[in-house]
């Protein structure tokens, strides 16, 4: 059992410190917001994670796990602290480390002893930076944790990366028997973390534009990338077209990676190209409704889906909200449904589907939701006068829709 301090209970720093107290490790988990703390000492969880409130319950319940405002508690008298303060994109696409500078400014606070350990996402270079201004060995441990799966990520995880010195004593806190630890240079690890996530976005940009192609020849891309996931070079995995790819990581990732590039002296053209091809997404959802429904504005449209993805109610970085203020800029009249989402910002946010399609022109599928494949068809088309639905995500089924009286506008596909 180890003494763990963890800063900012965010998506990230929550899992961890939830995680680790799981683990037996006794946890001490700081956060700026004062409201957040209050709430997570009620086990209030306000991100949807399966299985994290339980932990959070749990945690609190043993007494391994407590959560403070400040970082005084975090930081002192702790064996282990991991940092997981965001770091946004900043002006030039960098990664804005002003909260891990934050938190090195109470660097003094850290037991002789103790590790530092970078989580949050930092470029590469960050941890050697950071080890010239504190006294303690600094270890960088990127997560891999995917937003709807945080929890089975970290206690399953498909690999440890560590980096730096005591990067053995960092692997050994997850007690994850059998799953592989990497251990590589602080610099390696960091690097890691964004050729992942940059290598996953660059897969969507490729089908998201082979999607378009396939429009154009008359190819349906579910048979396509069905049929190119056989080779297992390849896979299945994120070869699903998009409204483009959002949440709070490949977008800040992509840029930041791409700003490291530049300021490294290197070239990236890939990088910079699925950047632009996922901006460009939202402007062909909309080009796609325009040229079924006719001039938008006035128009009422039911948005389904709001976060940037299913299995979450993160709304950071959206595909579905770039759409809407696309729509809302050329006058449409918007009303969403999103099942884990309950209100946002300028938007009329309705509690079903049926609320959404009652007097809309059309239904636009933007999130994944697997509801969303079973809906009551004739209910809504019944609902909705020359009902037309357009899905970005390939997720409604074409006979059904198409029996009930709508017109179907898929991704990559004939229309029916
Ligand atoms: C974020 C980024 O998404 C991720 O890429 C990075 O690796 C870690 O930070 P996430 O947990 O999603 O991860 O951030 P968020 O949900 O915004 O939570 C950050 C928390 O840190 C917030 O609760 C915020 O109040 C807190 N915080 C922020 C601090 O405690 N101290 C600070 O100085 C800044
Ligand atoms: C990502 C990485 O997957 C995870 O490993 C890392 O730790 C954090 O960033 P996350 O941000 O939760 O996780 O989202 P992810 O599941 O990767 O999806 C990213 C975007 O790609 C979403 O907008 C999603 O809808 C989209 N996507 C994903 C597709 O459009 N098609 C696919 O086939 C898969």
Same mark, same amino acid.
């Given at each position: 059992m180890a003494r763990i301090g963890v800063i900012g209970a965010g998506y990230v720093g929550l899992t961890t410190a939830a995680c680790f107290a799981e683990l037996g490790h006794d946890v001490v988990c700081a956060d700026v917001d004062e409201g957040r703390v209050r709430a997570l000492r009620r086990a209030? !969880?306000? !991100? /949807? &994670?399966? @299985?994290l409130t339980a932990l959070v319950e749990r945690g609190l319940a043993t007494g391994r796990l407590r959560f403070v405002r400040g970082n005084r508690d975090a930081l002192a008298g702790r064996d282990f602290v991991f940092l997981c303060v965001p770091t946004p994109t900043g002006g030039?696409? $960098?990664?804005? %480390?002003s909260a891990v500078h934050a938190v090195l400014g109470e660097g003094? %606070? %850290?037991?002789?002893d103790s590790v530092l350990v970078l989580?949050?996402? !930092? *470029? *590469?270079g960050t941890a050697d930076t950071v080890a010239d201004v504190v006294d303690v060995p600094v270890v960088s441990n990127p997560e891999f944790l995917r937003e709807g799966h945080a929890v089975e990520d970290f206690l399953r995880p498909q690999r440890i990366v560590v980096g730096g010195p005591a990067a053995r004593r960092v692997s050994a806190l997850?007690? $994850? &028997? @059998?799953v592989p630890v990497v251990v590589t240079s602080t610099v390696g690890a960091e690097l890691v973390k964004y050729a992942s996530n940059c290598f996953l976005a660059v897969k969507l940009s490729y089908v998201n534009s082979l999607a378009e192609l396939c429009e154009q020849v008359g190819a349906d891309v579910e048979d396509v990338t069905a049929a190119m996931g056989l080779d297992d070079r390849i896979?299945? $995995?994120?070869?699903a077209p998009g409204p483009g790819w959002g949440g709070s990581c490949l977008p800040k990732d992509t840029r930041a990676l791409l700003a490291a590039a530049e300021r490294a002296g290197v070239d990236f053209p890939l990088l910079g190209a699925a950047i632009s091809t996922n901006d460009h997404q939202p402007h062909r959802v909309v080009a796609k409704l325009r040229d079924v429904v =006719? *001039? /938008?504005? =006035?128009a009422r449209i039911a948005l389904l889906g709001l976060a940037f993805?299913?299995?979450?109610?993160d709304l950071r970085d959206s595909p579905a909200l770039a759409v809407a203020d696309l729509l809302a800029a050329e006058g449409a009249d918007l009303v969403a449904y999103d099942p884990g989402v309950l209100a946002a910002a300028g938007l009329r946010v309705v509690e079903s589907a049926q609320d959404a399609a009652r007097g809309a022109r059309a239904l636009l599928v933007l999130t994944e939701w697997p509801e969303f494949a079973e809906l009551d068809w004739p209910s809504l088309a019944q609902d909705m006068s020359d009902p037309v639905i357009v899905d970005t995500r390939n997720l409604v089924p074409p006979d059904k829709v198409v029996e009930a009286g709508f017109r179907l506008v898929g991704t990559g596909r004939r229309n029916p």
């Amino acid at each position: 059992m180890a003494r763990i301090g963890v800063i900012g209970a965010g998506y990230v720093g929550l899992t961890t410190a939830a995680c680790f107290a799981e683990l037996g490790h006794d946890v001490v988990c700081a956060d700026v917001d004062e409201g957040r703390v209050r709430a997570l000492r009620r086990a209030e !969880v306000a !991100v /949807l &994670e399966p @299985g994290l409130t339980a932990l959070v319950e749990r945690g609190l319940a043993t007494g391994r796990l407590r959560f403070v405002r400040g970082n005084r508690d975090a930081l002192a008298g702790r064996d282990f602290v991991f940092l997981c303060v965001p770091t946004p994109t900043g002006g030039d696409g $960098a990664a804005d %480390l002003s909260a891990v500078h934050a938190v090195l400014g109470e660097g003094h %606070l %850290l037991s002789p002893d103790s590790v530092l350990v970078l989580k949050s996402t !930092v *470029p *590469p270079g960050t941890a050697d930076t950071v080890a010239d201004v504190v006294d303690v060995p600094v270890v960088s441990n990127p997560e891999f944790l995917r937003e709807g799966h945080a929890v089975e990520d970290f206690l399953r995880p498909q690999r440890i990366v560590v980096g730096g010195p005591a990067a053995r004593r960092v692997s050994a806190l997850y007690r $994850a &028997e @059998g799953v592989p630890v990497v251990v590589t240079s602080t610099v390696g690890a960091e690097l890691v973390k964004y050729a992942s996530n940059c290598f996953l976005a660059v897969k969507l940009s490729y089908v998201n534009s082979l999607a378009e192609l396939c429009e154009q020849v008359g190819a349906d891309v579910e048979d396509v990338t069905a049929a190119m996931g056989l080779d297992d070079r390849i896979g299945t $995995a994120f070869l699903a077209p998009g409204p483009g790819w959002g949440g709070s990581c490949l977008p800040k990732d992509t840029r930041a990676l791409l700003a490291a590039a530049e300021r490294a002296g290197v070239d990236f053209p890939l990088l910079g190209a699925a950047i632009s091809t996922n901006d460009h997404q939202p402007h062909r959802v909309v080009a796609k409704l325009r040229d079924v429904v =006719g *001039p /938008l504005e =006035g128009a009422r449209i039911a948005l389904l889906g709001l976060a940037f993805k299913a299995g979450t109610n993160d709304l950071r970085d959206s595909p579905a909200l770039a759409v809407a203020d696309l729509l809302a800029a050329e006058g449409a009249d918007l009303v969403a449904y999103d099942p884990g989402v309950l209100a946002a910002a300028g938007l009329r946010v309705v509690e079903s589907a049926q609320d959404a399609a009652r007097g809309a022109r059309a239904l636009l599928v933007l999130t994944e939701w697997p509801e969303f494949a079973e809906l009551d068809w004739p209910s809504l088309a019944q609902d909705m006068s020359d009902p037309v639905i357009v899905d970005t995500r390939n997720l409604v089924p074409p006979d059904k829709v198409v029996e009930a009286g709508f017109r179907l506008v898929g991704t990559g596909r004939r229309n029916p």
